[in-house]
């Protein structure tokens, strides 16, 4: 039952480049959506979030963008910085009262110096 | 900037013993929760916590698992009777709103 998919195990990116993370889901009734960061050891840091009546939210250097129809979000995040280089969730949640995030495999992104 | 504190960091117990998983939460949050993450699997829904009383669980959070906030401040995760496969990354999260806020994680060792 992988309602949150993340397709791509991991991404390599020179640093100053775009970095694009991708994710798909398939409940529509999901209605807010979350990008965490999580390194070795550490718990997941929350980076952005959106909501679904929205289609983009930036913040800094991190911009999601979501796509009802297609039910995909992506995360970017310009210009990539070695220091992002991380394991990266997206998480979605239908909102029932409390929030039931289902996160997704995540996707390691490498930023090269 | 307030954060979820977790402890132990790191909990070995051998198979059939109970286990307690603590956790403080960001103190004026009102929603808890507790996610697992199995060693190269994804982070996994346990269970939601508010206004003292479980919200939803997961077909993960059978009988052998329950949930407490017994003091105001802590909240903690019991497994009665550990099993091998209940070794994992366990992580606590708090919020106030929808973006869940984790603790650093315990990792339970069943042998």
């Known amino acids: 039952d992988q309602q949150v998919k993340q397709n791509s195990p991991s991404l390599s990116v020179q640093e100053g480049r775009i970095s694009i993370l991708n994710c798909d889901y398939t409940?529509?009734?999901?209605?807010?959506f979350l990008w965490y960061k999580k390194y070795p050891a550490e718990g997941p840091t929350f980076l952005i979030s959106?909501?679904?009546?929205?289609d983009k939210n930036e913040d800094g250097r991190f911009t999601v963008f979501l796509n009802k129809s297609a039910k995909h979000l992506s995360l970017h995040i310009v210009p990539s910085q070695p220091g992002d280089s991380a394991v990266y969730f997206c998480?979605?949640?239908?909102?029932?009262?409390?929030?039931?995030?289902?996160f997704g495999t995540g996707t390691r992104l490498k930023v090269l110096a | 900037e307030p954060e979820v504190t977790q402890t132990p960091s790191h909990q070995v117990t051998q198979m059939g013993q109970e286990v307690i998983l603590r956790c403080v939460p960001i103190?004026?949050?009102?929603?808890f929760y507790w996610y697992r993450q199995i060693l190269g699997q994804k982070v996994e829904f346990l269970v939601s916590?508010?206004?003292?009383?479980?919200?939803?669980k997961s077909e993960i959070f059978d009988d052998q698992f329950s949930v407490e906030r017994p003091d105001g401040s802590n909240f903690t995760l019991k497994i009665r009777s550990t099993k091998l496969e209940d070794s994992a990354m366990y992580f606590c999260?708090?919020?106030?709103?929808?973006?869940?806020?984790f603790g650093n994680g315990t990792r339970l060792t069943v042998t």
């Open positions: 999260a708090s919020s106030d709103d929808a973006p869940l806020h």
């Open positions: 409940n529509s009734m999901f209605d807010y």
């Open positions: 959106i909501s679904s009546i929205k």
């Open positions: 998480a979605a949640s239908e909102y029932t009262g409390t929030y039931k995030y289902i």
């Open positions: 103190s004026n949050h009102l929603y």
């Open positions: 916590f508010y206004n003292n009383e479980i919200s939803e």
